[in-house]
Each structure stands twice: as C-alpha cells, then as structure tokens.
C-alpha cells in the first residue's frame, strides 16, 4: 500500500516525517534517479517511507511509474519464455543386421588344372578357377586357402615341392582376378593327406594306377569372409 498526496499534504507530510525523525535530512518530490520519478525522496535519493514501511506516493504519481520496491504488483513482470521445445526425437532406426559369415569350399582335381607331374594351370583349370570365382563373388573374402597335394609316386620331398608349386599357380591366378596378395594363403601338403584308400590303386606306375591315384592329385581352395 502507498499514500497519495497533493502539494499541501506532502509539505504536511514531509514536516511530519521530519518531526517524527523517521528519516534523516529534508526530503524532496524530486529525484535524481527516473526510477523514482512519483515518490518522496529523501536527500539520499531513497524513497521516503512511513513508521510501517509504506511508500510516499507525490500528486504527480501514475501507476506507469511504479517501481518493485513500493508497488510490486502494479510492476510490470517480465513475460516468463516458454521453455523450447525439446529438439524432435529421431526415429529409432534399427541397426543393420550384422554381415553373416561365409565359408565355401571346393575340390579341384590336380589332373583338371595340370597335367600330370605339372603344376602349370590349364585351360581346363583355369576354367574352373573361373568358375569358383564367380560362384564366391557374393562373399568379401577375408582369407583364401589353396592347399595343393600329391599322390604317392615320387620322393617325399618332390611330391611336397610339387604340391607348394600347385597351390602357388592357384594363387597367382587369383590374384589375377583382383584378389590381394595378403588374402591368399597357400600350403603344400605333399602325398601326406591322400584320400584313396591303402588297399587301392596297388602296383607299379602305369596308366590304370595313375588314373585309379587320381583323387590324390588335388588342389582344395577354400574361402572365408562375409556375405555382401
């Protein structure tokens, strides 16, 4: 609450307040802060108040000059913002699913990509190199194994020398095709893994044991990756 006062009542006023000692020093309708413009001031620029701690309102006083400390609720409040809006939420987009991993593998008979006793590739064997490429092409290979084997006729160490040579021309014409060096492994095995029995193909080397050995003669590719 405030009092309003017109030119007598304040001068009666201002004497009264001096009278009563409730402020010090003359206090004037004027000020030197425009926040305060419409209340009785005293010579400290403070608003002039009574023994109950209401402001002196001067005639010249308009609701428009209100200020916090006197009239709070006459004090225009600031226009609270409204809060942002919370930034859209995306969509949850479900992860795609993990690649599956991938194996394949082939057999391909040593006497289909060399001749016999040769680790030279031929057109037969590159043939069907060919055609295992294009069958695994769905599969971004992580490692490619070409291991190479002999059958029983020769040295140890010539059937492992042939099989190592073997599995290199696999590799060297895979490489061909587009495939890392690092992404091909080869391995000779010699004579060591045959996969005809012990009791078959016996006898000398002749034409008949040469073809009955043939399952021995081999080259197995493998490829492991991920399905594209």
Known sequence: ??????????????????????????ATAQSNNPTKE??????RNEVVKSGFG?????????????????????????MAQAPAPAPQQLAAVAPPPAPKPAADRVKLNADTLFDFDKAVLRPAG???LDD????TRDINPEVITAVGHADRF????????????????????????????NRIYTEGKGEMQPVTKADECKGPKNAKVIACL???????????????
């Not at 009264?16 to 020093?25: E, F, K, R, T, Y």
């Not at 419409?38 to 010579?43: A, C, H, K, S």
């Open 132 to 135: 295992f490429y294009n069958k």
């Open 38 to 43: 419409g209340y009785l001031i005293d010579t």
């Open 54 to 78: 209401l402001c002196w309102h001067t005639g010249y006083w308009t609701p428009a000059q209100a200020i916090e400390e006197c009239d709070p609720d006459l004090v225009k409040k600031p």
């Open 126 to 128: 590159r043939d069907a």
């Open 154 to 181: 020769g040295s140890d160490k010539y059937n492992q020398n042939l099989s190592e040579r073997r599995a290199m021309a696999v590799k060297t014409y895979l490489m061909g095709k587009g495939i890392a060096d």
């Open 1 to 26: 609450m405030t009092y309003a006062l017109n030119k007598k009542q304040m001068a009666v006023a201002i004497s009264c307040v001096l009278a009563l000692g409730l402020i010090s020093g003359a």
């Open 214 to 228: 043939q399952p021995d003669r081999r080259v197995e590719i493998e490829v492991i990756g991920t399905r594209k």
